[in-house]
């Protein structure tokens, strides 16, 4: 049926041949390019249609020998066919899948302002979306601002537009591999409702993540991306897909994508129960603490005793930080984690965090530092309220295979992503 695919500087992250993959039975590659390989790179492609993403949406309007209305209105190219002639048309499925995305939330665009941080070509899409939608319901149109490093509106004077309702982040601040970066304080934004970032990887940026702690509605892009990948299919195969396909391939990149990242008191069976998840699954088991005695190149006892707590708590935020970047793992963490404030975001960004409680009359202490030093009832009396507190899901952690079953049906498609 033709070579398809995606064009961009850096691709490491796409989620996009999946979803083409559910979409239709046609080859999608991943074209990474640099900027000085454009030329090249459509001079002797033989593809039949890509898809284009940052930082390239508006240089390869050059390219193209036609242009969609929507694409010559907005100023901005996500998908381009080639032409029986061999000419490249250009077009803008961001539109159709902003637009898709923008019906999922309860963002209010009348009687206020939205800021659009960023000023590249989804940052035109976000905008026309917005006036379209403004008009077509014969409102009064929201104020809407463009803030870009170099414009009249920008990072240097944002405090003018601290009274917005609503904030669409189109910039990369943030994105995978560069995760726990935000462009804006969020916090300073006092009458702010609705964040919307067009990040999907992670699912929660440090955008959302702050959202998340003032209690304000935040969606991420996988919504927009996998409604634009179908907009686009429809135009590189010339038919009609049914949008019920969208929320089917939503619901299976959410389940295979998060990792499990397993939380409780020392010996309540984390390593145990995600070994046994891991056979279940096929997903990958990774302990924390093996990793931070592969990086200490010692014990954690010994850790403890020769370079003391701190050292430790900071190898083990530095070793979450590496493996929570990645996908559809799981996660056996130590009971500690949760005594050091920042390791909470870094968890939560692309995970579904579990609780395992366990009786702590059942605990071991052998071999673990802190228990033996301070005592099970002291560290309890501290940590079940964080575990509490940094969890979506609490699971008794008292019979093993009880709880890897009720987990299994998590990573089975059988709890929908609400429950993450």
């Known amino acids: 049926m033709g070579s398809y695919g995606l064009l961009g500087k850096r691709l490491s992250h796409s989620f996009s041949p999946f979803i083409h993959g559910e979409l239709g ?8 390019k640099a900027p000085d390989e454009l030329d090249s790179f459509f001079a002797d492609s033989k593809f039949h249609g890509i898809n284009v993403t940052i930082p390239y949406k508006k240089d390869v309007i050059q390219y193209c020998q036609s242009l969609s209305k929507a694409a010559q209105t907005i100023g ?44 590249g070509g989804s940052s035109l899409t976000v905008e026309a979306v917005l006036r379209d939608r403004n008009s077509q319901k014969d409102t009064n149109l929201q104020e809407i601002v463009i803030i870009s490093r170099g414009g009249n509106n920008n990072y240097e004077n944002i405090h003018k537009h601290y009274d917005a309702k609503v904030i669409i982040n189109t910039t990369p601040v943030g994105m995978y591999p560069n995760n726990g970066l935000s462009p804006i304080d969020l916090k300073m934004f006092r009458n702010c409702q609705t964040v919307i970032d067009l990040i999907y990887n992670p699912a929660k940026t440090e955008l959302l993540l702050q959202a998340d ?31 019920s396909k969208l929320e089917e391939i939503i619901s ?15 010996g309540c069976g984390k390593t145990t129960i995600g070994k046994a998840l891991a056979e279940k699954t096929g997903r990958k088991f990774v302990d924390s603490d093996d990793m931070i005695v592969e990086t200490a ?30 996908s559809g793992l ?13 390791n909470k975001n870094i968890i939560r960004q692309n995970s579904v965090v579990v609780y395992l409680d366990r009786d702590i009359r059942d605990l071991p202490i052998s071999g673990r530092p802190l228990s033996m030093r301070d005592g099970i009832e002291a560290l309890a009396t501290v940590r079940l309220p964080l ?3 940094w969890s979506d899901i609490r699971l008794s952690a008292n019979y093993i295979e009880q709880a890897v079953d009720e987990l299994h049906n998590i990573t089975d498609n059988r709890c929908p992503p609400s429950k993450w």
């Open 387 to 389: 575990y509490e507190n």
């Open 213 to 243: 702690e003032l209690g304000i509605e935040n969606h991420n892009g996988l919504s927009m991306l996998v409604a634009q990948a179908k907009k686009a299919a429809e135009l590189f195969t010339n038919t009609v897909i049914d949008d």
């Open 330 to 342: 799981i996660i056996a963490t130590g009971g500690g984690i949760v005594t050091r404030p920042e």
């Open 76 to 119: 901005s190219v996500n998908t381009i066919v080639r032409r029986p002639d061999g000419t490249y048309h250009g077009d803008n499925t961001d539109y159709y899948g902003f637009a898709y995305l923008l019906n999922k939330t309860k963002a209010n665009f009348s009687d206020g302002k939205t800021i659009i941080l960023g000023g």
């Open 25 to 32: 039975d046609y080859e999608y590659q991943l074209y990474e």
């Open 297 to 326: 190149g010692k014990s954690i006892p010994d850790i403890f005793a020769e370079d003391g707590e701190d050292v430790f708590r900071k190898i083990e935020t530095d070793v979450l930080k590496t493996l929570c970047k990645d």
């Open 252 to 266: 299976k990149i959410h389940n295979k994508t998060r990792n499990i990242v397993l939380i409780g008191m020392p």
